[in-house]
Structure formats: C-alpha cells, structure tokens
C-alpha cells in the first residue's frame, strides 16, 4: 500500500489549499481514506476522512464547514479541500487508510494508531 500526498505550501490567513492522496497497491474500494495533522509541539489530530464504499464522511469541528474531502475512484485519490484557512492549521498534514469503523462522527479515531497506511506528509503553513 502506497499513499503519496501532494499539495501542501504556504497560504495566507483566509486563503485556500487543496491536498492530494493518490493510493496505489490496495483495493481502495474496501477502506477509508483521510486525512490527519500534527502542528509542532502537538498531539496528532484527525482532520477528515471519506469511506469510499458509500461516500460517508467524518470531519473534526475545527474543520467543519471550512474543509471538504472527496475521492476519484477511478484515479484512486482522495481530495482535501482546505478554504478559511487559519495559523492554527498551520500543521504537516498526512493521508492514511484504514478500516472504515474508524472513520466516523469528529473523526477523533482517525490518528495514526488506527489506520493501516500513511503517507509521508506534506506541510501546511498559513501565516497571519
């Protein structure tokens, strides 16, 4: 299993990024596939994440209403729309995949020790 994010940069307060997790070598069908962040000196913390089976999501309160994920399946990607962007998510941010149980409501479940994958992350600045 091969995940290979991209997209990450440096983005001013208010601005928008748009994170990319191409997956290759596993049957991306039968996982969820998201997102999770670790900001310098903090603990990891679940951002979002898609079951791909049936489309359900699962955001963190921090993001909701500003970061929308979606996937291709026919590429194999899963996609992290980031707008109203704040130096609190200032953080690298790494895609993983997982058992779907794990994807679910805040997404608080969806951190390292819980997926079976992850990539090796891309960072996300955004200054004031």
């Known amino acids: 299993v091969q995940l290979v994010e991209s997209g990450g940069g440096l983005v001013q307060s208010g601005g928008s990024l748009r994170l990319s997790c191409a997956a290759s070598e596993f049957t991306f069908e039968d996982y969820a596939v998201g997102w999770f962040r670790q900001a310098p000196g903090k603990e990891r913390e679940g951002v979002s994440c898609?079951?791909?089976?049936?489309?359900?999501?699962a955001y963190a309160d921090s993001v909701k209403g500003r970061f929308t994920i979606s996937s291709d399946v026919a590429k194999n990607t899963v996609y992290l729309e980031m707008s109203s962007l704040n130096p609190e998510d200032t953080a690298d941010y790494y895609c993983?995949?997982?058992?779907?149980?794990?994807?679910?409501?805040?997404?608080?479940?969806?951190?390292?020790?819980?997926?079976?994958?992850w990539g090796q992350g891309t960072p996300v600045t955004v200054s004031s």
């Open positions: 898609i079951i791909i089976g049936d489309g359900a999501t």
């Open positions: 993983g995949a997982g058992n779907p149980y794990y994807c679910s409501g805040d997404a608080r479940m969806w951190i390292m020790q819980h997926l079976e994958r």
